[in-house]
């Protein structure tokens, strides 16, 4: 089963946060799966960059940081369709964030292992992966 990526383990990936285990980084580095970013992860990193919420020590423009770390982490961007979006209808209200609950309904959509740290997501029935 391939990974999706929680907007917050991307971050914690490219920017060498200690939050993110290097159990993980290994993993997401082997090859052996695909790893893939939601353009809904990009909106709503541009949306909190652009709301000064989310600051990067970066050199150059926010936008090709990014989108050079995808590209250099062999990421795939999964687009979102009205599936996904239609497919948060589906869900319980355990989590109020309208950017995970795509997320969500992205990992359900399409078979994927959502990879993320947020505690509520374990509330989903969903492939949800956190190394211990």
Not at 47 to 64: Q, R, W
Request: glycine share 4%; proline share 7%.
């Amino acid at each position: 089963m391939s990974f999706l990526l929680d907007t917050h383990v991307f971050l914690w990936w490219i920017m060498g946060d200690a939050r993110f285990p290097k159990a993980l980084a290994d993993e997401l580095s082997m090859g052996g799966k695909a790893v893939y970013l939601s353009v809904a992860s990009l909106w709503e990193m541009a949306i909190k960059h652009k709301l000064g919420k989310l600051e990067l020590s970066v050199k150059g423009p926010f936008d090709d940081f990014i989108l050079r770390q995808v590209q250099l982490n062999r990421i795939e961007l999964l687009p979102l369709h009205a599936p996904h979006v239609l497919g948060t209808l589906h869900l319980p209200p355990h989590h109020r964030d309208p950017f995970d609950r795509v997320l969500i309904a992205q990992a359900k959509a399409e078979n994927l292992q959502l990879v993320s740290r947020d505690p509520q997501l374990v509330l989903y029935s969903i492939n949800l992966y956190w190394p211990d």
